[in-house]
């Protein structure tokens, strides 16, 4: 069975071992991970980031996408869900690919850290600082939720560490499950 995973950049992924999903299954991933990491396909919408990624000439070897290409610059067009927001996006990708029937969602953890803003690029160029108020995520769950919604033979496991937010509009999907980060360390190593 193919699997794929889907990285936001929210900080409950920190620690998890990229290149090891790398091995296991298609990668998916957001914005700024590109600095650290690339996965097989990455995805940015908002323009600061987009430019930065294009510019940076990451794009004319690494599959990417985003809403406004630069001329040149090996960046593809989003088709997929295009008013959505990275994360959403990059999970619509990775459902639309026919053989992929489970996908692991890491990183997508919605709420702030103690009321601040929740992001592993926090303090660096195109995000917020990490003492700023938490982002709203609403957008965000109702695009994630229209996504799982639309593929309902795929199996989406949402990796999250204990006592972390579950939305209430995420607990009934039939298709979705919120699965310990301990549980999935240990999936993914075994």
Partial sequence: ???AFVLGNGTSRKGIDLDKLKTLGRVYGCN?????????????TDDGISQEIQKSGYAKINEFYTRKPLPESGAKKITLNYGYSSGPIALSYASAISNIKTIYILGFDYSGVSSKFNNMYADTAHYKK?????????NWVDQTLTVIKHH????????IPENA???N???????????????????INN
Avoid: C
Wanted: proline share 5%; glycine share 2%; aromatic share 10%.
């Fill in 32 to 44: 700024a991970l590109y600095r650290d990491f690339a996965p097989d396909v990455l995805i940015a």
């Fill in 130 to 138: 990490s003492s700023d108020a938490e982002t709203y995520y609403g």
């Fill in 152 to 159: 309902p033979k795929v199996r989406y496991h949402r990796v």
């Fill in 165 to 167: 937010l579950i939305p």
């Fill in 1 to 3: 069975m193919a699997i």
């Fill in 169 to 187: 509009k995420l607990k009934q999907q039939e298709n979705l499950e919120h699965l310990d980060l301990a549980k999935f360390q240990t999936i």
